[in-house]
């Protein structure tokens, strides 16, 4: 079957270790293809799998079987995939991650692949004289001690730790500076990329970057999920990659041309930086302090630039020194696409970035804008500032704007085509008592949201609109995807248009929290959920004073959103039996995935309220934690006897996430 190790360096050093190892069956000088092969059955025809995964998960289960170190095997594997790296002519298949080791496991010792002679291996200067003598070497028994790791170990996702690939990059990058940069294969960078930001090594991160051979670097489609980039401390991380991106545009602008780190990056993409402005450890990166470790950057490179051209120009003395220096050949610069947030602090600094960094080698370009506690004119100066090519949302909070002040804003949202969520929340708009004043606000407001072509998602949150939102919505060129209208002081004709409009069979998320279901609203929420039942995913009904009489009339309306994935139930009086049945009810909806339901109403204790410590408004009723352990039980086992690992039932609202818009 010829050589399958062909042009597969990293495979076949990694058979070379498990021969060394001398487990049974594994000692195949022929290649694992022809064993495999010769097994028959599921096993049969797999030789050419090699070509494609690189490793397949048998080598884990013979690894774990026969007691084999895996720490040993990582550091000394990736100690050995250096030195091959060091080959010009080294090239490699395309990275696959492995299938989970708990697929291979061997009933037994008896070795159940052919003994075949081993064949001739290819040597590395220094590596068997290394691995023979070294006291890192693995016992052969099964009792052998575990040899404590040489690199920091870290709760990675599945699909990391399960790629052999994965573990020897996070070896080489526990080294600084990395010794085989130079002659790094392209395809290898993204992996060691992940390896160093999921363990935390700056410096190599700062050293990939500066020799990036990849016009785009997107921190999220390298990492994985946006999930990694919030649990994994990161803000040093994205401040090396920051300063890599500056450090290499300053060489670009004083010696044009003369680069020989071989960077090509042209498009920096940190959007995915956790979303918390508050930070949710010391040292991670919030979009706040990342958004000013950006403005800084685009400020300094700016300021690098202006001092370069006048350097220039005085070396060129007289009327056509100013004119040769312009003329001189400027770098492409770098386009850094990020998420903004900004408030009353971080103004200034984003506001010069913006204005100046323009033009400038270093150029933000803003996916989602969020201002905080910000005043009318700054907003509207940095919304004029945005590139609008790339806006796709726009938050607006804690902000007193007011039909007025959304009269002076909305305008200057038009020229983002493809803004497609508008979050307005807290803006203190309160018509329920209708004026003249307030029925010109309101056509105003109309007739800007229909400006938005591409608008799917809106938040008027706490808004008092009642009896107003057939008038708000009613010129809007496409329907909405995406509602979220809690404590908005809404009347039954507000959700009878609703249910009526064709927003409701486009709808995926729905949020009417702090509504009082318990009168008139109960019926025309549940003929809007029919309407919306075949498209709804996410649901939220928290602090609605419903109890158990008003959720069993929504039961059968429910269970018809087959795919309704979030439902959100905290804060209304419920009890435990209450629960138990729709959670019962709604094991049949294959989607749902979370649901956050109340404290129990037969969890509390007959007290009356309490004042929260540090509040002079705020009341708690007393909590009987015995009875809310039982109920938790309870409920933990039905959902353990239903089988659906899938979803989870917690009464806590807060840090499990919520379905962003973009993200349905």
Not at 148 to 172: E, N, V
Not at 177 to 182: A, V
Not at 427 to 445: H, K, Y
Not at 548 to 558: G, I, Y
């Given at each position: 079957?010829?050589?399958?190790?062909?042009?597969?360096?990293?495979?076949?050093?990694?058979?070379?270790?498990?021969?060394?190892?001398?487990?049974?069956?594994?000692?195949?000088?022929?290649?694992?293809?022809?064993a495999l092969g010769g097994l028959g059955g599921p096993w049969a025809g797999l030789e050419g799998a090699w070509t494609g995964l690189g490793i397949p998960g048998l080598v884990w289960g013979s690894l774990e079987w026969f007691g084999v170190s895996l720490n040993w095997f990582e550091d000394s594997l990736g100690e050995a995939l250096s030195c091959v790296l060091q080959d010009p002519n080294f090239t490699e298949s395309p990275l696959k991650l492995l299938p989970p080791k708990s697929l291979f496991r061997f009933p037994s010792p008896t070795p159940f692949l052919p003994q075949v002679p081993s064949a001739a291996k290819r040597e590395i200067p220094g590596f068997w004289e290394h691995s023979q003598n070294s006291a890192m070497a693995p016992s052969r028994s099964r009792s052998s001690t575990r040899i404590p790791p040489c690199i920091p170990k870290r709760q990675l996702p599945p699909g990391y730790s399960d790629s052999l690939l994965f573990l020897c990059a996070r070896r080489i990058v526990a080294h600084h500076p990395l010794p085989i940069l130079p002659a790094l294969p392209a395809h290898l960078y993204p992996i060691l990329?992940?390896?160093?930001?999921?363990?935390?090594?700056?410096?190599v991160l700062r050293d990939l970057v500066a020799a990036w051979p990849f016009p785009v670097l997107n921190f999220q489609r390298l990492v994985g999920r946006r999930e990694l980039l919030r649990d994994h401390p990161c803000k040093l991380c994205v401040q090396a990659v920051i300063l890599a991106v500056v450090a290499q545009l300053r060489r670009e602008l004083e010696e044009p041309g003369r680069d020989s780190s071989g960077c090509r990056l042209r498009v920096l993409d940190v959007t995915g930086v956790p979303d918390d402005p508050a930070g949710?450890?010391?040292?991670?990166?919030?979009?706040?302090?990342?958004?000013?470790?950006?403005?800084?950057?685009?400020v300094e490179v700016s300021k690098h630039q202006r001092e370069f051209l006048r350097r220039g120009s005085k070396r060129h003395k007289g009327r056509s020194g100013a004119a040769t220096a312009a003329a001189a050949p400027q770098p492409p610069g770098v386009d850094v696409h990020a998420d903004l947030f900004v408030n009353g602090?971080?103004?200034?600094?984003?506001?010069?970035?913006?204005?100046?960094?323009?033009?400038?080698?270093?150029?933000?370009?803003?996916?989602?804008?969020?201002a905080e506690k910000l005043s009318l004119?700054?907003?509207?100066?940095?919304?004029?500032?945005?590139?609008?090519?790339?806006?796709?949302?726009?938050?607006?909070?804690?902000?007193?704007l007011g039909l007025t002040g959304l009269s002076v804003i909305l305008p200057h949202l038009s020229r983002f085509p493809e803004l497609r969520s508008l979050k307005l929340q807290y803006s203190n708009v309160d018509v329920r008592r209708p004026t003249p004043e307030s029925a010109i606000g309101i056509r105003c407001l109309a007739g800007q949201l229909g400006m938005l072509p591409s608008l799917r998602e809106l938040n008027l949150g706490s808004s008092r609109l009642s009896g107003n939102l057939r008038q708000i919505l009613c010129d809007l060129q496409a329907p909405l995807e995406s509602l979220e209208l809690a404590f908005c002081s809404l009347v039954p004709a507000d959700l009878a248009f609703l249910s009526q409009s064709f927003h409701a069979p486009a709808l995926k998320r729905l949020d009417l929290?702090?509504?009082?279901?318990?009168?008139?609203?109960?019926e025309p929420l549940r003929l809007l959920l029919e309407e919306t039942s075949a498209s709804l995913l996410h649901l939220d009904l928290m602090e609605c004073r419903m109890a158990d009489?008003?959720?069993?009339?929504?039961?059968p309306t429910l269970r018809r959103c087959s795919r309704l994935r979030f439902l959100g139930l905290y804060g209304n009086s419920l009890s435990t039996a209450a629960l138990k049945d729709l959670l019962q009810k709604t094991l049949e909806l294959p989607d749902l995935h979370l649901v956050v339901y109340p404290f129990p109403v037969d969890c509390y204790k007959p007290e009356p309220p309490r004042r929260v410590p540090g509040s002079r408004r705020i009341y708690e009723e007393p909590m009987d934690g015995e009875r809310l352990a039982a109920a938790t039980a309870e409920i933990s086992q039905l959902l353990a006897n239903s089988g659906r690992t899938d979803l989870v039932w917690t009464y806590n609202p807060y840090g499990h996430g919520a379905l962003d818009y973009f993200s349905l």
């Amino acid at each position: 079957m010829g050589d399958p190790w062909a042009g597969l360096r990293i495979p076949r050093l990694i058979w070379m270790f498990l021969n060394y190892f001398r487990i049974p069956g594994m000692v195949l000088g022929g290649g694992p293809g022809a064993a495999l092969g010769g097994l028959g059955g599921p096993w049969a025809g797999l030789e050419g799998a090699w070509t494609g995964l690189g490793i397949p998960g048998l080598v884990w289960g013979s690894l774990e079987w026969f007691g084999v170190s895996l720490n040993w095997f990582e550091d000394s594997l990736g100690e050995a995939l250096s030195c091959v790296l060091q080959d010009p002519n080294f090239t490699e298949s395309p990275l696959k991650l492995l299938p989970p080791k708990s697929l291979f496991r061997f009933p037994s010792p008896t070795p159940f692949l052919p003994q075949v002679p081993s064949a001739a291996k290819r040597e590395i200067p220094g590596f068997w004289e290394h691995s023979q003598n070294s006291a890192m070497a693995p016992s052969r028994s099964r009792s052998s001690t575990r040899i404590p790791p040489c690199i920091p170990k870290r709760q990675l996702p599945p699909g990391y730790s399960d790629s052999l690939l994965f573990l020897c990059a996070r070896r080489i990058v526990a080294h600084h500076p990395l010794p085989i940069l130079p002659a790094l294969p392209a395809h290898l960078y993204p992996i060691l990329f992940q390896a160093a930001f999921l363990d935390g090594r700056p410096l190599v991160l700062r050293d990939l970057v500066a020799a990036w051979p990849f016009p785009v670097l997107n921190f999220q489609r390298l990492v994985g999920r946006r999930e990694l980039l919030r649990d994994h401390p990161c803000k040093l991380c994205v401040q090396a990659v920051i300063l890599a991106v500056v450090a290499q545009l300053r060489r670009e602008l004083e010696e044009p041309g003369r680069d020989s780190s071989g960077c090509r990056l042209r498009v920096l993409d940190v959007t995915g930086v956790p979303d918390d402005p508050a930070g949710r450890a010391p040292d991670g990166m919030s979009v706040w302090s990342g958004t000013v470790a950006l403005a800084k950057a685009c400020v300094e490179v700016s300021k690098h630039q202006r001092e370069f051209l006048r350097r220039g120009s005085k070396r060129h003395k007289g009327r056509s020194g100013a004119a040769t220096a312009a003329a001189a050949p400027q770098p492409p610069g770098v386009d850094v696409h990020a998420d903004l947030f900004v408030n009353g602090t971080s103004y200034g600094i984003l506001r010069d970035a913006l204005q100046t960094g323009a033009t400038g080698p270093l150029r933000l370009k803003c996916r989602e804008f969020q201002a905080e506690k910000l005043s009318l004119a700054g907003i509207v100066s940095l919304l004029e500032s945005l590139d609008p090519s790339c806006v796709r949302r726009v938050d607006l909070r804690f902000r007193n704007l007011g039909l007025t002040g959304l009269s002076v804003i909305l305008p200057h949202l038009s020229r983002f085509p493809e803004l497609r969520s508008l979050k307005l929340q807290y803006s203190n708009v309160d018509v329920r008592r209708p004026t003249p004043e307030s029925a010109i606000g309101i056509r105003c407001l109309a007739g800007q949201l229909g400006m938005l072509p591409s608008l799917r998602e809106l938040n008027l949150g706490s808004s008092r609109l009642s009896g107003n939102l057939r008038q708000i919505l009613c010129d809007l060129q496409a329907p909405l995807e995406s509602l979220e209208l809690a404590f908005c002081s809404l009347v039954p004709a507000d959700l009878a248009f609703l249910s009526q409009s064709f927003h409701a069979p486009a709808l995926k998320r729905l949020d009417l929290s702090g509504h009082d279901f318990s009168q008139g609203l109960l019926e025309p929420l549940r003929l809007l959920l029919e309407e919306t039942s075949a498209s709804l995913l996410h649901l939220d009904l928290m602090e609605c004073r419903m109890a158990d009489s008003h959720l069993d009339a929504l039961l059968p309306t429910l269970r018809r959103c087959s795919r309704l994935r979030f439902l959100g139930l905290y804060g209304n009086s419920l009890s435990t039996a209450a629960l138990k049945d729709l959670l019962q009810k709604t094991l049949e909806l294959p989607d749902l995935h979370l649901v956050v339901y109340p404290f129990p109403v037969d969890c509390y204790k007959p007290e009356p309220p309490r004042r929260v410590p540090g509040s002079r408004r705020i009341y708690e009723e007393p909590m009987d934690g015995e009875r809310l352990a039982a109920a938790t039980a309870e409920i933990s086992q039905l959902l353990a006897n239903s089988g659906r690992t899938d979803l989870v039932w917690t009464y806590n609202p807060y840090g499990h996430g919520a379905l962003d818009y973009f993200s349905l």
